[in-house]
């Protein structure tokens, strides 16, 4: 069972920038995808962003888009996210998650917390 733990949250004003890693706990771990969600009080997960495994292409939100980028370290099995200008609306628990297959998510991290003040 692979697991994947999240880290780099914390407290932050806006403007300022984050950078959340997530790390798979087998190296040989070989996802079609990972992605990053977030959930917000009150709401419902949604998609951030994702990466392809095999070839890199990256997917994001649309209003995400230009702010948040997510890339890798193969050697390290970890994906990132990258957040610049970060706003209050982008206070969420965040979760990467690696997928087998197109759109599917089959591990879920732990979540790290992501709290911009303004």
């Known amino acids: 069972q692979v697991q994947l733990v999240e880290s780099g949250g914390g407290l932050v004003q806006t403007g300022d920038s984050l950078r959340l890693s997530c790390a798979a706990s087998?190296?040989?771990?070989?996802?079609?995808?990972m992605a990053w969600f977030r959930q917000a009080p009150g709401q419902e997960r949604e998609f951030v962003a994702r990466?392809?495994?095999?070839?890199?292409?990256?997917y994001y939100a649309g209003s995400l888009r230009g702010r948040f980028t997510i890339s890798r370290d193969n050697a390290k099995n970890t994906v990132y996210l990258q957040m610049n200008n970060l706003k209050p609306e982008d206070t969420a628990i965040y979760y990467c998650?690696?997928?087998?297959?197109?759109?599917?998510?089959?591990?879920w991290g732990q979540g790290t917390q992501v709290t911009v003040s303004s």
């Open positions: 990466l392809r495994w095999s070839t890199g292409t990256t």
């Open positions: 998650a690696a997928g087998l297959r197109l759109l599917s998510e089959d591990y």
């Open positions: 087998d190296r040989s771990f070989n996802p079609y995808a």
